[in-house]
Each structure stands twice: as structure tokens, then as C-alpha cells.
């Protein structure tokens, strides 16, 4: 059983287009959150939703827009795809706020 | 301006060395310290600490926080090639903060 799942897991697009990923989680985790990782390694979080309410959002470009239809589902759309985007975009949960988080696969965006 | 810093930057071991990673932490309204490990895909949790002192311990991993000091390590006993991967450190206070990672190579 998948307890975070991300789609897709590979994404490939042009510059300018707009792109949506998915993820949900199975663990009925109060809290969810993004994050990116760039080609260093490092991972910064972009957004976290808690109950299906924003919590933290990290100063990121507004093209990137995250959407909580509900607890278990937090997705991250796109807009105008830049370069700079590409990167490794993680889903994680936790049962609550700044609690153990638990990671998605990752969905690997390339942007030509 | 809350940070985490990680060191090594990286460390080449041969196996059954033993290996000490470093985390210091800077974060306001300070609750916890995380370590993960990341292989090939997502990283994995692996301990949080939220007490001083206390050494948490799983198999060959442990590791213990320092309030005190703002710091924690991770100690890797007897390391095998499996254990070769990214450690991140991670704070919580407002929010998560994670270090660059420690890049861990074991040599057989």
C-alpha cells in the first residue's frame, strides 16, 4: 500500500505551458506539504496545508499555485513553466504540523 | 534568519568504519530535529528529537540532540554499503527547515 503517492512521476514540458501534480496520502494525516529539490540536493518547502487550510506559503512565484480539494489530496499546478522550474517537486505528510513528515516518490520535472 | 547547517558536505568511509554527522540549527520557536535518509528516490525518516540529551537508537543508527548547543549528530556504527546515501537534518519551529545534506559513501 502507497501511503503518499505522486503523478506523474516524470514530467517533461516546454517553457510556457502549463503543468498540474497530484498527490495524495492514505495515512489520514491532518497536514501536507511541498517541497522542491534542486539539482544540490537541497529541499526547500514551498507550501503546507493543514486540515485543508494554508499554513505556510514560502516565497515562491505566484505561477505556482497549490489546491487542497480535501485532507487526503494536495496538488501543486504550474503556470508559464520556466527553466528554473525544473527540479524535483516532493509531496510529504505529517499527522500534524511540524510533526514526522512522510515523502511521496517525487515527480521529476524537466523543462525545455 | 532560521537555518540549518549540515557537515561533512560529504564523507568517504570503507565498511565497519564508524561515522559522526553533524547539525547545527538556528530556528525560531525550535521543536524538534529530524534526520532523514534519502537513497535513490524520497527521503526516509529516520529519528526525531525533541528532548535533550536523549539518544534514540535503531540498530547500528543513533543519534542525540543538544539544546544546549543547538546541534545533534547522527553516529553510524559499523557502516555496510547500504548506508551510503544523502542524511538530511531537519528543524521545526514555525515550520521545516532542512540542511543540504550530508552525502555519505561507504567503499567496501
Known amino acids: 500500500d502507497t501511503a503518499v503517492s505522486q503523478t506523474p512521476k516524470y514530467l517533461v514540458t516546454q517553457m510556457g505551458n502549463d503543468k498540474s501534480i497530484k498527490c495524495e496520502q492514505n495515512?489520514?494525516?491532518?497536514?501536507m506539504y511541498w517541497y522542491k529539490q534542486d539539482s544540490k540536493k537541497f529541499l526547500k518547502i514551498m507550501f503546507s496545508?493543514?486540515?485543508?487550510?494554508?499554513?505556510i506559503n514560502e516565497t515562491v512565484p505566484n505561477r505556482f499555485s497549490p489546491k487542497s480539494p480535501d485532507k487526503a489530496h494536495l496538488n501543486l499546478h504550474i503556470n508559464s513553466l520556466e527553466l528554473g522550474d525544473s527540479a524535483v517537486y516532493f509531496c510529504?505528510?505529517?499527522?500534524?504540523?511540524?510533526?514526522?513528515?512522510?515523502f511521496g516518490p517525487g515527480t521529476r520535472l524537466t523543462v525545455t | 534568519e532560521d537555518k540549518v547547517v549540515q557537515s561533512p558536505l560529504s564523507l568517504v568511509v570503507h565498511e565497519g568504519d564508524t561515522v559522526t554527522l553533524n547539525c547545527s540549527y538556528e530556528?525560531?520557536?525550535?521543536?524538534?530535529l529530524l534526520w532523514y535518509k534519502q537513497e535513490k528516490k524520497a527521503p526516509t525518516f529516520l529519528f526525531m528529537l525533541?528532548?535533550?540529551?536523549i539518544e534514540k537508537k535503531s540498530g547500528r543508527l543513533s543519534s542525540i540532540l543538544d539544546k544546549k548547543e543547538l546541534s545533534s549528530i547522527l553516529n553510524i556504527t559499523a557502516t555496510q554499503t547500504g548506508d551510503s546515501a544523502i542524511y538530511l537534518c531537519?528543524?521545526?519551529?514555525?515550520?521545516?527547515?532542512f540542511g543540504t545534506g550530508t552525502s555519505l559513501t561507504v567503499i567496501p
Open positions: 496545508y493543514n486540515n485543508k487550510e494554508l499554513i
Open positions: 531537519a528543524s521545526t519551529g514555525n515550520q521545516f527547515y
Open positions: 495515512l489520514g494525516h491532518d497536514t
Open positions: 510529504a505528510s505529517s499527522p500534524r504540523l511540524v510533526d514526522e513528515q512522510y
Open positions: 525533541t528532548s535533550s540529551g
Open positions: 530556528v525560531t520557536n525550535f521543536r524538534s
